[in-house]
């Protein structure tokens, strides 16, 4: 005898409806707040096995993307470049007034 539970197209599971629906995700502020270690308690252990042991994909990625924001936003290089613009531009704009 075959049921529902044969058939790989009619077998969803709760965690997939949920997934789906991404019910139980955080925003993303939640994310980005636990990804800079502004979340504890109950709340860090939730976003915890949320991200780990539910494996959301699209939390994962939206803190993969938090992630990589906050690597090109702390580049020594990218701030060096931009002090050296700002002070040649100030050079240039005191040369200018003279
Ligand atoms: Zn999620």
Same mark, same amino acid.
Request: glycine share 4%; net charge negative; aromatic share 0%.
């Given at each position: 005898m075959?049921?529902?539970?044969?058939d790989p197209q009619l077998a969803l599971t709760v965690a997939a409806v949920w997934r789906?629906?991404?019910?139980?995700?955080p925003?993303?502020?939640l994310l980005a707040s636990w990804l800079h270690g502004g979340v504890d308690g109950g709340a860090r252990r939730f976003v915890d096995f949320h991200l780990g042991e539910s494996c959301c994909p699209t939390c994962n990625a939206v803190?993969?993307?938090l992630r990589a924001r906050d690597a090109r936003a702390v580049r020594? $290089?990218?701030d060096?470049?931009? $002090?050296r613009c700002?002070?040649?531009t100030l050079a240039a704009v005191?040369? $200018?007034r003279r």
């Open positions: 075959t049921g529902a539970n044969d789906q629906a991404r019910a139980s995700c925003h993303p502020d803190v993969d993307d020594p $290089a990218d060096d470049a931009r $002090a700002l002070h040649s005191r040369s $200018a």
